[in-house]
C-alpha cells in the first residue's frame, strides 16, 4: 500500500496510539465539553481536526450509508449526492455523526476507491464519519487500499477517527458523541471481526459502561430478522465464512457477537448492519437474560448481486436518519437525496423504544 511516507504515517501512529490508550484509561481526558462535540479512536486530543467542533450546535441525527458499493462501480454521481445532501442539511436535521456499514466500493481497486473517497471526503470539515469495512473492501488478508485514502500524515482526516486497534486501519473505530443532549458510543467494527478485534471492542464497551452504546458492522442480521448463525448454515447466504477472510484469526458472525460482545456489555441497545439481498431491510429486537433489549436493524438497499444492478440503480441512493431524542428513542426514516423519495413503509420508518 503506497501513498502516505511511512516516516509520516509512523510519527501520527504514535500520537493515535497514545491518544487512544489515554482514552481507555479515561475516556472523558479526550472528550469535548460542548455539545456536538465528538471525541473518539483519535480524540480532541488532535488539535485542529476540529469537524465535530464545526458542525450544528445541537446535533440529534446521525445518517447510515448503507452499501455504496455500486454507486462507487457505477453510479459516482448518486454517492456524491448522498455525502452533499448530508452537508447541505446538517444544520437543519442537526446531522451529528454519518456512519457506513461497509462494502464502502465494489472492488477493491483504486478506481473505485477513487469514487468513494471523492464523495466522502466531501464531508470533511462537516460532520464527521466512521467507516466499516465490508468484504467487498478488502482483498486477501483482509488488505484494502482504504487507508491510502483515509489517513493523513497531519492527523486532520475530518473527524473519521483512526483505530486505536490497529492504527494503519479504519475500520474498527469508536467515538462519543452528544446526541439530543447526551452520550452516545459508537463503535464500528470489520465484516466478520477477528477474534482480536471483538476483544478491544468488549474493553472498549467496558471501559463506558455508562454510555449508551451502538455497534455497527457489515455483517450481523439476516433478512428474516436472526442473526448471522453458521449453526443455521446453508440456510443464511453471505455468510462471513463463505468468504473465508484470514479465518486463522477467528470469523466472527452475528451470533458471536450477540455472545461474546452485545449480551455481556449491557449498554449496547442498538446494531446496525448491511451487506444482505436482495431483501435487505429487516428488524427485531434481542432481549438479554436480564431482560434488557437491544434493537437489530439491516439495511441494504443495491437488490443484486452484480453491478451495474440498473434496476435499482445499485441501491437509488437511499439512506438513514437516525433522529434521537432524549427521551431514549430513535426515529428511522429512509430517504435517497438521488431520488428526492422516502421509503414510508414499516421497515422503512418507524419509531425505537430504547
Ligand atoms: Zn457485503
Not at 462535540?37 to 488532535?46: E, K, L, P
Not at 471481526?193 to 452504546?213: C, M, Y
Request: glycine letters at 10%.
Amino acid at each position: 500500500m503506497g501513498g502516505i511516507a511511512p516516516a509520516l504515517r509512523g510519527g501520527a501512529m504514535s500520537f493515535r496510539l497514545a491518544c487512544a490508550l489515554a482514552l481507555l484509561a479515561a475516556m472523558s481526558a479526550c472528550a469535548g465539553d460542548d455539545e456536538g462535540d465528538v471525541a473518539g479512536a483519535a480524540g480532541s486530543g488532535r488539535a485542529g481536526s476540529g469537524a465535530a467542533g464545526n458542525g450544528p450546535a445541537d446535533t440529534f441525527t446521525v445518517a447510515v450509508l448503507p452499501d455504496t458499493q455500486f454507486y462507487a462501480c457505477e453510479y459516482a454521481e448518486i454517492f456524491e449526492r448522498q455525502t452533499q445532501w448530508i452537508v447541505d442539511q446538517r444544520d437543519a436535521r442537526g446531522i451529528g455523526l454519518v456512519v457506513h456499514t461497509g462494502d464502502i466500493v465494489d472492488a477493491n481497486v483504486r478506481a473505485q476507491w477513487d469514487v468513494a473517497a471523492s464523495s466522502l471526503h466531501l464531508l470533511d470539515n462537516a460532520v464527521p464519519y466512521m467507516l466499516a469495512t465490508g468484504n467487498h473492501d478488502v482483498s486477501d488478508g483482509r488488505e484494502s487500499l482504504i487507508d491510502d485514502y483515509f489517513v493523513r500524515p497531519d492527523g486532520a482526516a475530518g473527524a473519521l477517527a483512526p483505530s486505536p486497534y490497529d492504527p494503519d486501519r479504519f475500520d474498527n473505530t469508536f467515538v462519543t458523541v452528544r446526541l439530543a443532549g447526551q452520550p452516545w458510543l459508537f463503535i464500528g467494527l470489520e465484516f466478520g471481526p477477528r477474534d482480536a478485534v471483538v476483544d478491544w471492542a468488549g474493553e472498549v464497551l467496558a471501559a463506558n459502561a455508562d454510555v449508551p452504546a451502538v455497534l455497527f458492522t457489515h455483517a450481523y442480521l439476516y433478512s428474516d430478522g436472526s442473526r448471522y448463525d453458521r449453526a443455521v448454515q446453508p440456510l443464511q447466504p453471505y455468510h462471513p465464512d463463505a468468504y473465508a477472510i484470514t479465518p486463522e484469526l477467528g470469523i466472527n458472525d452475528g451470533e458471536d457477537l450477540w455472545r461474546k460482545l452485545i449480551e455481556p456489555h449491557e449498554n449496547v441497545r442498538l446494531v446496525l448492519s448491511g451487506h444482505v439481498i436482495p431483501d435487505g431491510t429487516a428488524r427485531s429486537v434481542a432481549t438479554r437474560a436480564s431482560g434488557s433489549r437491544v434493537h437489530q436493524l439491516l439495511a441494504n438497499y443495491q437488490q443484486c448481486a452484480q453491478c451495474p444492478c440498473t434496476e435499482s440503480e445499485g441501491g437509488g441512493g437511499y439512506l438513514r436518519l437516525l433522529e434521537f431524542d432524549a427521551a431514549e428513542r430513535i426515529a428511522v426514516t429512509t430517504y435517497s437525496p438521488h431520488r428526492n423519495a422516502a421509503l414510508a413503509d414499516d421497515e422503512n420508518t418507524f419509531t425505537l423504544d430504547l
